[in-house]
């Protein structure tokens, strides 16, 4: 069996797995140490994460889509009707009383853009990259918590890949142009320490180097 994406949940282990006895289809699991079993039949479940009581995740829909899910260990169910194209693994982030993750809805032209569902409402909270190009989006990633900002990175289509953040209200802005113009630094590995968010970035001159700001 393929065993993957370990998250402990109100008392049970929950995986995804491929049972050699079924068609191949990765489905949800559990376990609580002493007894393991299929959980619920969805196809592909992926990036658990614990929000509000319940355990979120994203699941192959209809039609090559994504949809979002969750389970409080004993109803499963839809979050949002919204199809998606893609959900980034491992982008989910509560900041604020909201889960943010970094999405593409399917049949529109935003790409991968920011989201954030309350398990009540989802939706498109910043189209940061509008218009870009074959549908990209900014592609926003490494969510990280830093005062009373959520850091990440993300590509407007001017600046290349760099530092972004957002208070959850009326601010999302570019943060620092590390490497100026249209390059990437390419910040990555976001990491809260003492005040500071540490990463590692180029800034065109001198490779990777350690990086940090403070809040």
Do not use: C
Not at 10 to 18: C, H, I, K, N, V
Not at 132 to 152: A, H, I, M, N
Not at 158 to 169: I, K, L, P, Q
Request: charged fraction near 20%.
């Amino acid at each position: 069996a393929r065993i993957s994406s370990f998250t402990v949940f109100d008392g049970f282990l929950y995986f995804s797995a491929t049972d050699r006895g079924s068609s191949g289809t990765t489905q949800l699991w559990r376990t609580d140490g002493d007894n393991t079993s299929l959980f619920a039949d969805l196809n592909n479940p992926s990036a658990f994460t614990e929000f509000n009581g319940y355990l979120y995740f994203y699941a192959d829909g209809p039609d090559f889509t994504q949809q979002l899910w969750r389970t409080d260990g004993v109803e499963t169910e839809i979050v949002t009707d919204t199809p998606f194209a893609s959900i980034q693994p491992d982008s989910f982030a509560e900041f604020n009383g909201f889960l943010y993750f970094s999405a593409a809805e399917s049949g529109t032209s935003t790409g991968l853009e920011l989201w954030r569902t309350d398990g009540t409402e989802t939706m498109l909270f910043a189209d940061i990259n509008p218009g870009s190009p074959s549908g990209q989006g900014s592609d926003p990633d490494g969510f990280t918590k830093l005062g009373d900002y959520l850091y990440f990175s993300a590509n407007d289509g001017s600046h290349g890949e760099e530092v972004w953040r957002t208070n959850g209200a009326d601010e999302t802005s570019l943060v620092a142009d590390i490497n100026p113009g249209e390059d990437s630094s390419s910040p990555f590995q976001f990491t809260e320490f003492d005040g500071y968010l540490y990463f590692r970035a180029d800034d065109g001159s001198n490779g990777f180097e350690l990086w940090r700001l403070s809040g």
